[in-house]
């Protein structure tokens, strides 16, 4: 099997510790390198004297500095869980924007996922990984990104799977790897719900939904419809918590998706930050 590559970003938060913990859990038996990242920014004093400069200097320092020795810490933890001697573990401390540092190195190292905490609680921490993770799934559309609420306790097993979709895509083989690739490794079961009318599909929804059973040859697969809720992202958690089997939610981000259209809702951000369940976006390479 081929080693997955792996960005875990952290802010040393609980919740960023939380993603970290489920990857290692959820990846435990599969050959990895993950990229423990950290990024930085310096604000602007807009102070534009020597004196300035030089204070700039010594805080970037400090920071950077920080940062490597937390860094070091967290490296240190997770050596402490992980047993997989196929496990690699590469500590990245990167000036700039944490969209900025991810997407170069997704970009450099060839990387298959993201993982990252999010939350929808009030704490200013929580927000800035929600907010952040939603600004990596908008920003970085070349490379699937896994969120991971920040009370979500894994099993380590991954049985069921839900792919909302409204069927507006003929979707190719390369797209839905992330997720096959999970559901095969698992054993998992990949509920392909429609969220939306259960009326009629139009002749484009029945070939994309055809394209999908050729595609889906290798795995344990069901054809699921749900009226529509009050809102699709309503729809999606009722089905999570009325399933408590589900183990992960998948969605396509295109960037007019069938949902959007239809509801004038943004359907992926919401999820995103009202999920109970890992949620994985897969891009369309459009």
């Known amino acids: 099997m081929k080693k997955k590559r792996i960005i875990l970003p952290t802010d040393f938060s609980n919740n960023s510790w ?37 204070n700039e200097t010594r805080l970037y320092n400090l920071i950077k500095e920080q940062s490597d020795r937390e860094l070091k810490r967290e490296l240190e933890k997770i050596q402490g869980i992980s047993k997989n001697p196929n496990h690699e573990f590469i500590i990245r401390s990167v000036a700039g924007t944490l969209v900025n540092a991810v997407g170069k190195t997704v970009y450099n190292e060839e990387i298959d996922y993201i993982i990252m905490g999010t939350k929808g609680s009030s704490g200013l921490k929580e927000v800035f990984m929600g907010s952040n993770t939603y600004k990596l799934i908008k920003e970085i559309d070349f490379c699937p990104v896994i969120a991971v609420p920040d009370d979500y306790q894994p099993d380590g097993k991954i049985d069921s799977i839900l792919l909302a979709t409204g069927y507006e895509h003929l979707f190719e083989n390369y797209e839905l790897k992330p997720v096959l690739n999970i559901a095969e490794h698992f054993n998992a079961k990949l509920w392909i719900t429609h969220v939306g009318s259960l009326d009629e599909l139009t002749s484009t929804q029945e070939a994309s939904k055809l394209a999908l059973e050729k595609r889906l040859k290798s795995i344990n697969y069901e054809f699921v ?22 183990d992960m939610v998948v969605m396509i981000n295109q960037d007019h998706t069938f949902f959007e259209r239809l509801t004038r809702e943004p359907v992926i951000k919401k999820v995103t930050f009202n999920t109970t369940v890992p949620f994985l976006v897969i891009h369309l390479f459009e």
């Open 18 to 54: 939380n993603a970290i913990v489920y990857a290692l859990t959820v990846f435990k038996d599969v050959p990895c390198d993950f990229f423990i990242l950290n990024s930085y920014e310096i604000g602007a004093s807009g102070l534009s004297t020597k004196m300035a400069g030089a």
């Open 225 to 246: 419809e749900v009226e529509k809720e009050t809102s699709v992202n309503q729809t999606i958690q009722k089905v999570v918590d009325t399933d408590r089997a589900i």
